[in-house]
């Protein structure tokens, strides 16, 4: 089974499209190959897997983490969300651009976003579960945040009124982040 890129993004973000077996029992499908991600240019070990469960209108994000870096292999299993991606390299052609594309469990995209990309998503359905691969083990000390609606950058979101952690409300723009020391780990 073949997994292709559908699209190419933002310097280095991927939208993928993972080849669907499909009959009346239902489906099968590779999300991750080791051998086809390579033969892509993309990374063939993931170090941890996470599982997240949301309600309609809730944003998470924009997260990233700078210690370890930490690329994310993204996809919805149940429902719909907008996945977002954010480039935050300095020096990056696409600095301050965003991504946004509608994933579902039905059209089985999945993003790739490589460490330098701050990330997030809306839920556009009553639940949406997202699961993304990770290249890096997450770390509390190294991971940071860019606000959901930094007027720099300027994302159109699907929903004005979000339900957001505390954490997020309170995220630093991305003008504040570039200006921080860490933010080299990032440069294009």
């Not at 190294?142 to 300027?154: C, F, K, L, T, V």
Request: charged share 25%; aromatic share 12%.
């Amino acid at each position: 089974m073949k997994i292709t890129i559908e699209s190419r993004q933002l310097n280095g973000l991927l939208v993928l499209k993972p080849e669907v077996f499909q009959d009346d029992r239902g489906f099968f499908l590779e999300a991750f190959r080791k051998d086809q991600f390579l033969d892509l240019g993309l990374p063939g070990e993931f170090v941890q897997d996470n599982h997240s469960k949301s309600v309609k209108g809730v944003v998470r994000g924009l997260h990233f983490q700078y210690e370890p870096p930490m690329g994310k292999l993204m996809r919805v299993t149940v429902g719909t969300a907008y996945l977002m991606a954010v480039d935050i390299r300095k020096g990056s052609p696409t600095l301050g651009k965003w991504f946004g594309i509608e994933v579902s469990a039905e059209n089985k995209l999945q993003v790739w976003a490589p460490a330098g990309f701050a990330r997030g998503f809306c839920v556009l359905s009553d639940v949406a579960e997202i699961q993304y691969k990770c290249t890096g083990i997450y770390s509390n000390k190294g991971e940071s945040g860019i606000r959901w609606n930094d007027p720099a950058i300027g994302i159109t979101w699907p929903v004005s009124n979000p339900t957001l952690s505390k954490k997020d409300e309170a995220a630093q723009t991305l003008a504040e982040w570039l200006q921080r020391p860490e933010s080299e780990k990032f440069r294009y």
